[in-house]
């Protein structure tokens, strides 16, 4: 079942990505060459604590840490550490959220490090844009698998692939509810979008193929082949009309 949301809930949730958005805006700033993935993880979790609310991944199945940080070829879920050490020309996905009196926001981005070379810029992009692409089928009336589709197509008509084993999701009052939201398959299958469903889009991107490991920390997720791999995600809200993007910080600004 997708829960509805009402307008109080969505006002929690609201309040809770707002804060997401600040973390993901100011680590464009704060991710250079030489920082650690710890000093991400710390800077995360004092923003949370700061605006009084909770990390929504610490102890979440056991995860040990406030954000996954995910370097170059990891593509999800990779763990902070004070040992690895960000070098000029990495790419580094950041998923963070916060829990605010009970309810959940989740969004993630991939930043270069210094300077990086342009395949890794336009992976960067298209994971991006793919992420806008599925958004035009976030509204009432269209099919979940709408918005599935509108991402594989724009990844694999840009020379990439989209991960199979992570999905998007239903969020709320737990970080996943239903639906799993893929990213790939046939459009016009799935339940019918309406107003007040609150999603996790986000697309998971490879530069070579889709196939990935998980490590022996039983957290951190690689591409199969080595190459590098880019996330983008946000916590969007059904409406009949445009859909409200709840932890980007230019879509937020003004209507906070
Ligand atoms: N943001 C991830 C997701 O979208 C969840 C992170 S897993 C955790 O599903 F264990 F780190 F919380
Ligand atoms: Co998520």
Redesign the pocket.
Known sequence: MIIIKSEKELQLMREAGAVTARILHELSEMIKPGITTKEVDDFVEQIILENRMIP???G????P?N??TSVNDEV??GIPSKTRRLLEGDIISV???TIYKGYYS???RTYPVGRTDEAAERLITVTRESFYEGLKFCKAGFRLSDISHAIQQYVENNGFSVVRD?V??GIGKM??EEPQIPNYGIPGRGPRLAAGMAF?I?PMVNEGDWQIKVMTDN?TVKTLDGKRSAHY?NTVIITEEEPLLLTELSAIEGSL
């Not at 979440?60 to 995860?63: A, E, I, P, T």
């Open positions: 929504a991944f610490k979440y199945n056991g995860y840490a954000a996954c999800v879920h998923d963070a959220g989740d969004a993630a992570y998007g999701h970080m996943h996790a986000e957290w995600e």
